[in-house]
């Protein structure tokens, strides 16, 4: 590695698919390369969240120096604990390697063509387990899934940090905070700006729109930001970021702040794109799938036609009650397609509740295929995209069911 | 769904532990819907629906609940208030036979009615006749509904009943639930469908348990007129 020539080396030192194995030869490279610090003592790539300090960190990188290289004991620690993490995971890499080619072989499968899925399916079924938390169920995942990732070195050889904000424990949520306020700065001076020349008018309709999403979750901006936030410094973020939020020209920085936030219409907005399939004779047909409670329903629609229902081979009778009936009724009446298509459903599991809610809501997914933004726009509104997430409630300890207490007895 | 009870209780329990007066100590709202509690209640209603949202309503950004499996806009087989009674009618769960009895007790006021107006000799008596059993189930619910309530209020150690405006939901709320405890109230042997019809045409006519009821509450409001400043 150490014989790389200067262009090669700058190409495989750009690159974002670094091997994530430890290339400890690079630290002879320091002196002449000035972009490899940041991913070059990495044994992890760098986050996300990194990149945009990437550039303020390159600013600070120390120039070459006729000195010879002395390595400090910040970075000789970091090394040795890279060295041992690798070890490990290699060790486990193999073992996982070999755990699956044992599985294969128990289930009578090809070794070399057996993935992750075929894994999870193996496990589920040799070791099947009825505990509650999926979580605690057991697994056999990808050693770099299971164990944590671990930051890359942020200091460099002679232990000076890369990062400005390095002493502040948590560099990248504080020049997150630093962003923010500079943003809103800007906005600030923007308004200024647009009152002093009387251009009021302009300011209208700038306000970023936050109904349709909402914050990264605690969780979620840990994550993004490889750091060990705590709750303070959460509620710190949502403040700091809600003031920007409601800036009246808050919109110009609607990337930026959509960045930081998840939107909650994905769901219903995914599950209405619906590929059409033409059969022959011209007839064409929407597939789609539905689950409610424990059901799941795959529902084919049929256009053009009269108003056929098929389920599960009968005809609505399938279900003796009105009321179910009538739930799949409501698909119909805001797409305006009654009568107009047939429908097959194939529906499994669960009571009648469940089922009829399934197949409504693969229905209503397949018959977005067949309407206009406009219809499928009613759709939305009225619900029918969306899954309801409402499932049973598990009965815990000490309870006589799910939220029913015993009757209480003094002694 | 055990998150939430954890968190309020040792929240709640913080506060008091902090030595704050009990009176003082602001118990954090629970959520306990699946939900997120972005999404909104969805629209419902044919004409909103035909006639589509306006173009800045908030709810177009939204994520909506879906509906729920009794909930329809189907004018032929639904009718939020006929849904509303049914489930109010409820025991353990059992819709399929509340559903039942509704669907009969429509029946009987239709049969009543119409023998009624084939009994009718001129045109006027008939067009005095309504015919339409939703429209009679209705004007009943609407004849029950109080205007005011009593609430308690405790003032100096004294509890004291406060009338207050019923609000819409509660005002439908009270005219159901009287009717359908006026009937619980009757002849065990008597089908429940039989007792309603009577109870129904009753208050359609003014009449009947629940429609004293209902005067009965007014009469305690304008006894206790006096205190209507404490609210």
Known sequence: MAVLSPWTRRMFLKGNNMPSRPVFTFFFLKQNTDSCHKHACGFSTAPEGEDMLLNASKKTQNKPTAKAVTISRAMKAYMEQAKAYDDKMKAEVADYEIGKRHLANIMGEDPDSFTQADVDRAIEYLLPSSIYDKKARPIMKDPYEVFPKKKAAQFGLDGRPYHWMYFTILPNYYSMLYEITWKLEALKEAEDQLRAERRLEEMEGQVFNAASSEWLSLHALKTKLVENIKEKEYNHFVTMMERLAAHPLSGREQEFIMSWRISLQAEQLESAVQELEVEEGGRMCATAKGTRKSSNAIVKVYKPGSGNFIINGKDLTYFTQNMYRETLLLPFIVSGLLGKVDVEADVEMGGPTGQAGAIRLGLSRALTAFVDEDVKEKMRLSGLLTKDPRKKERKKPGQEGARRKFTWKKR | ?231
């Open chain 2, 1 to 231: 769904m055990a998150a939430p009870f954890v968190s309020f209780t040792s929240k709640a329990l913080g506060t008091i532990l902090r030595g704050q007066p009990l009176t003082k100590c602001v118990f954090p709202k629970v959520h306990l819907s699946v939900y997120n509690p972005k999404y909104v209640e969805p629209v419902l209603d044919k004409d909103t629906l035909t006639k589509g949202l306006e173009d800045g309503d908030a709810r177009h950004h939204m994520p909506i609940k879906a509906p729920t499996t009794d909930l329809s806009i189907s004018p032929l087989f639904y009718d939020d208030d006929v849904r509303k009674f049914t489930n109010m009618m409820m025991k353990t769960g059992n819709k399929e036979r509340v559903r039942e009895i509704t669907r009969k007790l429509f029946e009987n006021i239709k049969h009543m009615q119409v023998e009624k107006y084939n009994k009718a000799t001129t045109d006027e008596e008939r067009s005095q006749i309504e015919c339409n059993p939703i429209t009679i189930f209705k004007t009943a619910v609407e004849n029950c509904k109080p205007l005011l309530t009593n609430i308690r209020v405790v003032k100096g150690g004294v509890a004291y009943r406060v009338p207050v405006c019923a609000r819409p939901s509660d005002q439908r709320f009270r005219a159901m639930k009287w009717i359908i405890e006026s009937c619980r109230d009757k002849e065990r042997r008597i089908p429940m469908e039989n007792k309603l019809t009577w109870e129904i045409m009753d208050a359609y006519n003014n009449q009947g348990k629940a429609v004293r009821k209902k005067q009965e509450v007014h009469r305690i409001c304008e006894s206790n007129r006096a205190y209507a400043h404490l609210r």
